[in-house]
């Protein structure tokens, strides 16, 4: 069981950066792997990036790859989204993740947090 806070959203030109936070709270203290997903009205949720618990492997949507980058902080129980040269197509209420395995998502979501990208 975990429960997940985001942070860090906001409204943000086209090229600009923001970084997305994942405060995670656990009474087992589970060793989790997180995830990020995204979803627009109308549209699926959709894969963004993942990261396995030690911080060793990652996985990326094609489409955010080279501008994304996903860490994590396990002593601060926190997972990390840093987004650079965002474009439209990004705006989208991110959503944080955790229990996935690669790019398939696990059982246990955040509220989700605003990412609007646009001039």
């Known amino acids: 069981q975990v429960q997940l806070v985001e942070s860090g959203g906001g409204m943000v030109q086209p090229g600009g950066s923001l970084r997305l936070s994942c405060a995670a709270s656990?009474?087992?203290?589970?060793?989790?792997?997180m995830g990020w997903f995204r979803q627009t009205p109308g549209k699926e949720r959709e894969f963004v990036a993942s990261?396995?618990?030690?911080?060793?492997?990652?996985y990326y949507a094609d489409s955010v790859k080279g501008r994304f980058t996903i860490s994590r902080d396990n002593a601060k129980n926190t997972v990390y989204l840093q987004m650079s040269s965002l474009k439209p197509e990004d705006t989208a209420v991110y959503y944080c993740?955790?229990?996935?395995?690669?790019?398939?998502?696990?059982?246990?979501w955040g509220q989700g947090t605003q990412v609007t990208v646009s001039s």
């Open positions: 656990s009474r087992t203290g589970s060793r989790y792997a």
């Open positions: 993740n955790a229990g996935g395995l690669g790019y398939i998502q696990g059982d246990y």
């Open positions: 990261i396995s618990w030690t911080g060793g492997t990652t």
